[in-house]
């Protein structure tokens, strides 16, 4: 599977155009991030860090960490912005908080091949991780053209958040292969039963 794509229902993916929004979809239709390899597939699959990554300490502390932010980013992309809102200002500190980590630090290396690759410097740590999706967090939130462009899948029972980037701004599902494809079906059958009545 090309992990910038889902092609099943079950996969973890990475299709609603931001890395904090990613995250969001990582408890739908269940939760995704129930032990430690999910989460490393994610990492990676996210593009937080490049492919090969050692990332032997991601542990049950880290499922803890990413679970808190993506409650977090829930809280603030899902709402409209409000001071008012208890929790969204503590979801908006908390964020602010992880976003003041140093995140991973990445540099060009040649690789076997001759290419220059990214790796990173170091070992990424949870709080580093954390701290670049809070950091995507805070550039969605104070980007006045990507905030408006935040959608909920019009699919039936599905809570995916995702940008619409689409022309036209009409897109309406988190994916037109899964949710459009179901809605598609739905159409069908619904104007097959009537044909037959």
Not at 124 to 132: D, E, K, N, S, W
Not at 187 to 193: E, Q, V
Request: include cysteine; charged fraction near 25%.
């Amino acid at each position: 599977m090309a992990l910038g794509t889902a092609t099943a229902p079950y996969e973890l993916r990475f299709d609603s155009g931001r890395i904090c929004l990613d995250l969001l979809a990582t408890t739908h239709p269940e939760e995704r991030l129930d032990s430690a390899e999910p989460l490393r597939a994610w990492i990676t699959g996210s593009g937080l860090v490049p492919a090969g990554t050692p990332l032997a300490s991601a542990d049950s502390s880290w499922i803890v960490g990413f679970r808190e932010l993506r409650g977090h980013i829930g809280q603030l992309v899902c709402k409209e912005p409000s001071g008012d809102s208890r929790s969204f200002v503590i979801a908006l500190a908390r964020v602010n908080e992880l976003a003041r980590a140093e995140p991973p630090v990445p540099s060009a290396v040649w690789d076997a091949g001759g290419s220059l690759v990214r790796a990173l410097c170091s070992a990424p740590t949870c709080a580093a991780l954390l701290a670049a999706v809070a950091r995507d967090t805070v550039e969605l939130l104070t980007d006045p053209a990507a905030r408006a462009s935040i959608r909920q899948c019009e699919g039936d029972n599905c809570p995916i958040v995702y940008l619409d980037t689409s022309r036209g701004r009409r897109r309406r599902w988190c994916s037109s292969e899964v949710c459009g494809n179901r809605e598609r079906v739905a159409r069908h059958r619904r104007r097959a039963a009537l044909a037959r009545a």
